[in-house]
């Protein structure tokens, strides 16, 4: 009997704690269930290394649980408590609202956070003294560099518009020559036998050959692998806008050109202030009507000396209108706008886009972020443009010419004209009063 007793009192005891609160615990008050609130973050922009305190609730306080990306780049978390998270600015992450991650729960910031970059200024290639010759690179002489690009193994080719030719120039700076010869003139041939008559515009095609903008000979040239140079379109005598097949197409003294992903040769025709396409061995006119300045549909727009064109990834073509001393933007809906600057007003400003000045910015690179790096020619400086329009000057000071290494304002050029990215974000100048090409490391 005491044995019974004791068994149903056991069974009672269990029966009452299990009715009782239960043993497991309640999800956390905080970072559980709830999705992260993002009410604000400080500063909202810094230079590389700055740390970045974001403040909101619902952080939870597992630090494995959360992430933070600007612009697809991931940032270092250094703390998480509920309601902050202080993170390292993951480096050149460029213009971008914060996305963050806690528990794989998402919320994107309302603004945007404005990464400062800096860029330091070093030698790469030329003796600084105006001539020709080929060799290494402190001996290396050049007749004004213009434009420049890059192939897929760092190996930069350039337009020598004082001498006529077209330059390579190696990883290490030294330099050849691919054809051209000083006395220039209009004349298909191999190596120094075809002639050009002060080549600006330079292209890559992926075959190897070069396209070159022959702006005196009024003329598309290309430069095949082996040296051999042709004429595309154009021919110095017959200066003109028409349109068509390439043996009556005309230009009038074009400047820079760039192929898109289809192939297509883009060309800044500027004597004419219009945008040509070439295209299965026909020219046509994209935008642009006579030279001036007007904004509106392609055809109705007007450019005053489009020196060059570059695409950004969603479509959109920036135009260097060097006369109207702004940048220009064409939608992928035809439509041409003013980007940055005050139209046909020379001046030197940094700010938002409709109070920034250029004087004469002569080329545009773009970066992976949509970054615009512009050689502002007069200025003698190197601006970068924000994918918002606002401006900086990344290297250089405004308005002050000269020769100096350095970083942000302390470098010095004199008529930066072209400029070329390479895979790792480095930009090459070449600073064509100073026959030389620089090199900025940008972070």
């Not at 914060?98 to 603004?111: D, G, Q, R, Y």
Request: hydrophobic letters at 35%; one cysteine or more; charged letters at 20%.
């Amino acid at each position: 009997m005491r044995t019974f007793v004791l068994s149903a009192l056991a069974i009672a005891s269990a029966i009452w704690l299990s009715c009782g609160d239960s043993t497991t615990p309640n999800p956390p008050a905080t970072g559980g269930n709830k999705p992260p609130e993002l009410t604000s973050f400080s500063p909202l922009s810094g230079q590389k290394g700055t740390v970045i305190r974001i403040q909101g609730k619902y952080f939870s306080n597992d630090l494995s649980k959360v992430s933070l990306q600007i612009n697809g780049l991931k940032a270092t978390i250094n703390a998480v408590t509920d309601t902050e998270i202080t993170a390292v600015v993951p480096d050149k992450c460029g213009l971008g609202k914060l996305e963050l991650t806690v528990n794989s729960k998402k919320v994107t910031s309302a603004t945007a956070f404005r990464y400062l970059y800096t860029a330091t200024t070093s030698y790469f290639s030329g003796s600084g003294a105006g001539g020709f010759a080929d060799g290494p690179p402190e001996k290396s002489k050049f007749g004004t560099l213009y434009n420049i690009a890059m192939d897929s193994k760092g190996v930069m080719f350039a337009a020598d518009l004082g001498n006529c030719m077209v330059r390579r120039i190696e990883t290490d700076g030294s330099t050849s020559t691919v054809a051209g010869a000083a006395s220039g003139g209009f004349k298909d041939g191999k190596g120094n036998e075809g002639l050009m008559k002060f080549p600006i515009g330079i292209e890559l095609a992926p075959d190897g050959s070069i396209f070159v903008a022959d702006h005196k000979n009024n003329a598309i040239r290309k430069i095949f692998a082996n040296g051999t140079l042709t004429t595309v379109a154009g021919e110095p005598s017959r200066p003109g806008s028409a349109d068509g097949g390439l043996a009556s197409a005309q230009f009038n003294e074009p400047y820079g050109i760039k192929l898109d992903k289809t192939g297509t040769l883009w060309i800044c025709d500027t004597g004419n202030g219009l945008i040509r396409k070439l295209s299965e061995g026909q020219v046509s006119t994209f935008a642009g009507s006579t030279p001036g300045y007007a904004n509106g549909k392609l055809r109705e727009a007007k450019f005053y000396m489009p020196a060059y064109l570059n695409f950004d990834a969603n479509g959109n073509i920036f135009v260097a209108d060097k006369h109207n001393h702004c940048i220009r933007k064409i939608t992928p809906d035809g439509m041409v706008v003013t980007f940055a600057g005050t139209p046909t007003q020379a001046g030197y400003h940094d700010g938002e886009a409709g109070q920034a000045m250029f004087n004469q910015p002569c080329n545009i690179q773009i970066d992976k972020l949509g970054n615009l790096y512009v050689n502002d020619l007069w200025n003698h400086c190197i601006r970068l443009v924000y994918p918002d329009g606002y401006v900086t000057t990344l290297a250089g000071k405004g308005g002050t010419e000269g020769y100096r290494e350095g970083t942000g304002d302390h470098a010095l050029f004199k008529h930066p004209q072209g400029c070329t990215l390479d895979k790792d974000g480095n930009l090459f100048v070449t600073d064509s009063a100073n026959q030389r090409i620089r090199k900025l490391t940008i972070q």
